[in-house]
């Protein structure tokens, strides 16, 4: 699965975890 900037995704893990957000920077 690729993620590109722009997309928007669910965050599972972390303090967001169950937020939903734009991606605004692709890790490589």
């Known amino acids: ?3 590109k900037k ?3 995704v669910l ?3 972390g303090k967001d ?3 939903q957000g734009t991606v605004s920077r ?3």
């Open 11 to 13: 965050i599972i893990t």
């Open 1 to 3: 699965m690729n993620i």
């Open 17 to 19: 975890r169950g937020k």
């Open 6 to 8: 722009g997309d928007t």
């Open 26 to 28: 692709a890790m490589p």
